[in-house]
């Protein structure tokens, strides 16, 4: 599985270099909790995101926004905060409205590249599957601000029932 993933990213990577029509950075804060049955003792635990965007026009209108991004997510309780540190891989449809608006939603893969001691104890999985949507509003030459909420769809850990749940906000840069 781990071979499947990493031929996707550099499949997708590569792609991306050759057919995309802007690139940009992106960074932005987290704020992440765990959902699931398992979850009621968690809070929200700000943290960062940050990596490379490419965006490639399919039609006037639409475009799809591969990204590569470093996030760390996770919970925190009273006593301690359970960061997980991803690599993800979000794939995003873009709609836009006007020529600074848009709507984007599509699938995210991510990698887990660490955890906190603490999270050791879960024996957490090393992919999280979901899928993210958010509205991107362009207020100056090339750059804009992003809202966007992530939802997982697999589950953190085979220990517990955990599911990531991130919201993000970001400023991006294309060039």
């Known amino acids: 599985m781990k071979k499947l993933l990493l031929a996707a990213f550099v499949f997708i990577g590569s792609y991306t270099a050759v057919n995309a029509q802007a690139f940009g950075?992106?960074?932005g804060l987290n704020f992440a909790n765990f959902s699931g049955n398992d979850?009621?003792?968690?809070?929200?635990?700000t943290s960062f995101h940050a990596g490379l965007v490419a965006e490639m026009h399919l039609m006037d209108a639409l475009s799809v926004q591969p990204e590569f991004l470093y996030s760390v997510q996770g919970a925190k309780t009273k006593e301690e905060n359970y960061k997980l540190n991803y690599l993800n891989l979000p794939v995003m449809l873009?709609?836009?409205?006007?020529?600074?608006?848009?709507?984007?939603?599509g699938p995210q893969v991510g990698l887990l590249i660490s955890e906190s001691d603490n999270f050791d104890t879960f024996e957490s999985n090393t992919y999280d599957l979901g899928f993210a949507g958010g509205v991107e509003f362009?207020?100056?030459?090339?750059f804009s601000a992003q809202a966007r909420y992530n939802v997982g769809t697999s589950k953190v850990s085979d220990n517990a029932e955990l599911k990531n749940s991130v919201l993000q906000l970001s400023l991006c840069y294309m060039f």
Request: hydrophobic share 50%; glycine share 0%; proline share 0%.
């Open 25 to 27: 950075l992106k960074a």
């Open 39 to 45: 979850a009621d003792d968690f809070n929200v635990l």
């Open 94 to 105: 873009k709609l836009y409205f006007t020529d600074s608006f848009n709507i984007h939603a």
């Open 138 to 142: 362009f207020f100056a030459d090339n």
